[in-house]
């Protein structure tokens, strides 16, 4: 009865955990021989056959036939007179084989060895969720969503394997309630206190990439190849791509029909804005691409320093830098090159005045911050509203208010 109890024990772990058979038999094999070690000092003479299908098991001892007075060690000498009691034919000098039942062992000794099973097998499971997902970093799973808690999600996969995706790999915007289906890619796995942890992301570049990986046949077929990913999670993302084959135009071929294809990446990213651009190797053109939808008329580089001077005319200033200066912060990520957008006017209006005139009243960290959202002119920073300026130089409302009031001045 203990041996089907524990068989059906080893059945039950093979069944949910999955581990495979050669693995179980070995495990199997190894607690029963640390049980023999333990109780008669050596493991050498016994043979065990375990057949996990029949859910059974036999331990069988090899003894050699002795004479009495040349007993030594009960455990591999058994005397002619105890031999003749299992089969009357046996000799001095012969191989007893005889078999060893597991109460023999005592009960405490099977509850060790039921423990010492468990433990093992745990241990073994818990080895191979960390290799399996150590292997899958970088891809996208899929899970349902077991529990929410304030700084972390718990997910659980088809196999019940428990992943983590922390607040901080969230996008933003992403609401979920127990039992959603959720997706995100394996960005990092560890063990931590024994225990495998992986950990999943939605903010990842490598998800957006996977993402168009499984929307984009010719991306996955490698026909067209992401240069760079660039985002901010749930608000803007670019995408620098290149095709290997002529006829393909790689832009098109992201966005699909009438945005058919990237659609369904913006709706898994909350809304997320993403611009596919053409990758080319002219830095200049690439810069430009990158700063779309603004229309540059020309860029200075400066390749030491890897800073790119761009100009362009007044209304296409606030396009270049984007909302929140998030368009011109991605460009400047995508090409490598700080930029610095500046406007440019046909006919020089000579009643407007640098900002940097203004230095005697205005702070130059002030001015510089200004400057950064291509505000280089007293006009330039009167043409924006004062809920503008705010929002994008990010400096308090009474400094906005001081420097309006500057620079109205100047022209009353």
């Not at 859910?55 to 005397?79: A, M, S, Y």
């Not at 560890?190 to 929307?215: A, Q």
């Not at 203004?358 to 001015?367: A, K």
């Amino acid at each position: 009865m203990e041996n089907l109890n524990l068989i059906d024990t080893f059945s039950e772990f093979k069944e949910l955990k999955n581990i495979d058979r050669a693995t179980m038999m070995t495990v199997l094999e190894d607690v029963f021989r640390s049980l023999l070690l333990k109780k008669f000092g050596t493991d050498e003479n016994f043979d065990i056959i375990i057949n996990i299908d029949k859910g059974d098991f036999e331990i069988w001892r090899n003894r050699e036939v002795v004479k009495e007075k040349d007993l030594e060690d009960p455990n591999i000498q058994i005397t002619l007179k105890e031999a003749k009691k299992i089969d009357e034919d046996y000799e001095v000098g012969e191989e007893v084989t005889d078999e060893v039942k597991l109460l023999d062992f005592g009960r405490r000794a099977i509850l060790s060895l039921r423990q010492n099973l468990t433990n093992r097998i745990l241990d073994l499971e818990k080895n191979n969720i960390y290799l399996k997902y150590k292997d899958r970093i970088g891809d996208i799973v899929t899970g349902e969503v077991y529990q929410v808690w304030k700084k972390e999600i718990l997910i659980l996969d088809d196999e019940g394997n428990e992943l983590i995706l922390p607040k901080t790999e969230q996008i933003p915007s992403d609401y979920f309630r127990k039992g959603d289906t959720i997706r995100a890619v394996v960005v990092r796995v560890e063990m931590k206190n024994n225990n495998p942890l992986i950990i999943l992301s939605r903010t990842s570049t490598v998800f957006l990439e996977r993402l168009f990986e499984l929307e984009v046949p010719e991306i996955f077929d490698g026909l067209i190849t992401i240069k760079n990913i660039v985002r901010i999670p749930g608000e803007r993302a670019k995408v620098a791509v290149e095709s290997y084959d002529e006829r393909i135009d790689p832009v098109g071929a992201c966005v699909g029909m009438k945005g058919s294809r990237i659609h369904g990446i913006v709706r898994e990213l909350r809304n997320e804005n993403i611009d596919v651009i053409n990758f080319t190797s002219n830095t200049q053109l690439f810069i430009q691409r990158a700063l779309s939808p603004a229309k540059i008329i020309s860029i200075k580089l400066n390749e030491e320093g890897k800073r790119a001077d761009v100009y362009l005319l007044p209304e296409e200033v606030s396009l270049a830098i984007g909302k929140g200066g998030l368009n011109i912060k991605l460009a400047s990520q995508l090409a490598g090159y700080e930029i610095d957008v500046y406007r440019e006017t046909e006919e020089e209006d000579d009643e407007d005045v640098s900002i940097d005139e203004f230095s005697d009243e205005i702070e130059g960290w002030i001015l510089d911050a200004l400057k950064a959202v291509g505000c280089d002119t007293a006009k330039s920073v009167l043409e924006l509203t004062r809920e503008d300026l705010i929002k994008r130089t990010d400096l308090e409302e009474e400094t906005v208010d001081e420097i309006i009031r500057i620079f109205n001045s100047e022209f009353e």
